[in-house]
């Protein structure tokens, strides 16, 4: 149990880092460079779901097998769910669709 709780503190802190080291670079650029939803992914999602969306690291889904929409999917991004933190401050409603349509890629 104890360990559990250590994985998902390092887990947030990890993605508390990787949110703070480049959103900044992310919406400098964004006025100049098309929104990449696999670079989005590769920042911000990779970690916990892995390049293919396989990893399930610390209970993340598996991305492949997920039968959301569009639709879903951003607001699942949006809010978080479960030791998944919500994105809805981080990246802007073109970031977050950019980052769900890339996830109906991984197979």
């Not at 900044?24 to 964004?30: F, L, Q, Y």
């Not at 039968?67 to 073109?94: C, H, W, Y």
Request: with cysteine.
């Amino acid at each position: 149990m104890m360990a559990r709780s250590w994985v998902v503190i390092g887990v947030l802190l990890i993605v508390v880092w990787a949110c703070g080291s480049s959103s900044g670079e992310a919406n400098a650029n964004a006025s100049t460079n098309p929104v990449s939803g696999q670079a989005l992914y590769k920042t911000h999602c990779a970690i916990c779901h892995g390049n293919d969306g396989k990893k399930g690291f610390a209970g993340a889904k598996l991305l492949p097998e997920s039968t959301l929409g569009i639709d879903e999917r951003i607001a699942l991004i949006s809010r978080g769910k479960g030791v998944m933190m919500p994105f809805e401050d981080v990246l802007n409603q073109e970031e977050l669709k950019a980052v769900a349509e890339y996830t109906k890629t991984l197979k």
